[in-house]
């Protein structure tokens, strides 16, 4: 727990710059290398191949609203089905890089602009 804190007190100082890590609290990471891992590390085959998701599999963590921290520690212990993944298979880093690659991709629009969704009664 220590090393983590220390961690994300480096993370948080490296906060500065916005095109980083869009989210307060979260540590500075690196997008590109997070959307390489987020493929080779197999998180696509539950969660879908831009985070968004499926109803059997894994929920929708394109532009999580988690804390970097809860996120972190989905992966360390899993709040239920989904296997854990230590930190010598994935580090902290790249963890902060897959969570700076989800909280960049560009946000689901809203329902009321689609039309084909309010043609069939969502208002
Ligand atoms: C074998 C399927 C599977 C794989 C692979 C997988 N997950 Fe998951 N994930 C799940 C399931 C199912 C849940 C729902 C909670 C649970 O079962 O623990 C989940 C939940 C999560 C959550 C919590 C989301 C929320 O909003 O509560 C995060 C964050 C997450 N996964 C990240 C990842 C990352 C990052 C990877 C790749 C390193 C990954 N997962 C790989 C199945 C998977």
């Known amino acids: 727990m220590k090393i983590f804190t220390i961690t994300l007190l480096a993370g948080l100082s490296l906060c500065a710059n916005p095109a980083l890590a869009q989210q307060a ?21 539950c969660h879908g191949t ?11 963590l394109a532009n999580t609203e988690l804390p970097f921290e809860a996120f972190l520690m989905q992966l360390r212990q899993p709040s239920n089905d989904m296997a854990p993944y230590e930190a010598k298979i994935i580090s902290d880093a790249t963890v902060a890089d897959i969570y700076a690659w989800l909280q960049s991709l560009p946000k689901s629009p809203d329902p009321k602009s689609l039309p084909l969704l309010t043609g069939m009664g969502v208002k």
């Open 25 to 45: 609290g979260a540590p500075a990471g690196n997008i590109e290398n997070g959307k390489k891992h987020y493929t080779t590390d197999g998180c696509y085959q």
């Open 50 to 60: 831009v985070g968004n998701g499926a109803a059997l599999t894994g929920p929708k």
